[in-house]
């Protein structure tokens, strides 16, 4: 699995207000798994998200063909039963751990009968294929990923956690951010690609200064988010920074005339940069949060 690197990118759209200290909390059972040569964690606490009023506007209204496709076929509701998710990458390949309520004989069962091939290793069923791979170590945990990758975590045995300079990283996200991401390493160690020549193509290789980065997201009273990077050099945190504010000046300029409320939501985005640390903060308000999914469903 590639890592989310769109979700670096999202950091200029929305940002946050109101956090309470850090750090953000793991769910120990999944700390406890993350791999040694973790490099990017994207996590998120669904419990929480799912009380959220913007959650449950979207749930009310979103066509869920596809995720009622997806429990059918797995026996899993999101919606329902799963808590937190965690998601790994060494910047090649990646895991995807989930905590939340399973009944292991009936997913098993599904699983296999939509092709899935059941294989043991150290008393663990492993349900997939060579390149992707089930894991259920009990009702409570699961996880997701390339089958050499799961017999490793089975491997390992003793406890893991965060990689040292990764939990420094997590310490600055606020507690309250339901949804979060941290990078260390480069975004250059990410297996990113882009057409060559291309507009996406610079952007990857301006992104690729990056050195570390966090994200944290509150969906608690609107939508809020915030995002800091610290790159290579000065210059290159400056070329983040004028991409970012470019990238709000088009946002501005297609704004159509018959939403000029959406140009509150581009005034209310902060981009600043101070030597090699560039910052995005912004708040989108409940009102307006409201207005923006309402367009958005609509389109």
């Known amino acids: 699995m590639r890592p989310c690197w769109a979700f670096v990118l999202g950091l200029a ?30 996590g998120g606490n669904i419990d929480a998200v799912r009380e959220t009023p913007v959650y449950q506007k979207l749930l009310s209204r979103v066509p869920l063909t596809q995720l009622d496709e997806f429990t059918r076929k797995t026996g899993i509701d999101p919606r329902k039963d799963l808590s937190q998710i965690l998601s790994c990458s ?57 089958a050499a990758d799961l017999r490793s ?19 600055t996200i606020p507690a309250n951010d339901q949804v979060w991401a941290a990078l260390t390493g480069g975004l250059e160690s990410l297996n990113l690609a882009a057409p060559s020549g291309s507009n996406m193509a610079n952007i990857v290789s301006a992104l690729k200064t990056v050195e570390t980065a966090t994200i944290g997201m509150d969906l608690s009273n609107g939508i809020g988010l915030a995002a800091a990077v610290t790159c290579k050099t000065d210059r290159d945190a400056k070329f983040v920074h004028d991409m970012l504010k470019g990238v709000i000046g088009i946002g ?7 939403h000029p409320e959406l140009l509150q939501l581009y005034d209310g985005i902060q981009v600043t940069q101070q030597q090699n640390h560039a910052e995005v903060t912004a708040q989108i308000s409940a009102d307006l949060a409201d207005r923006f999914l309402d367009l958005w469903l609509k389109r």
């Open 153 to 171: 975590i089975i491997d390992r045995g003793s406890p893991g956690g965060l990689p040292p300079a990764l939990r420094d990283l997590m310490r």
């Open 13 to 42: 759209l929305v940002g946050c207000s109101g956090k309470k200290p850090g750090p953000v909390r793991i769910d120990p059972a999944l700390e406890a798994l993350i791999p040694a040569d973790t490099v990017f964690v994207v």
């Open 90 to 146: 060494n910047g090649k390949n990646g895991v995807l751990m989930v905590r939340g309520k399973f009944k292991i004989p009936d997913l098993e069962a599904r699983l296999q009968s939509q092709g899935a091939t059941r294989s043991s290793y150290k008393n663990h069923d492993l349900f997939g294929f060579e390149r992707l791979s089930f894991l259920f170590l009990n009702s409570s945990t699961g996880i997701v990923g390339r």
């Open 252 to 258: 501005r300029l297609n704004t159509p005339d018959s």
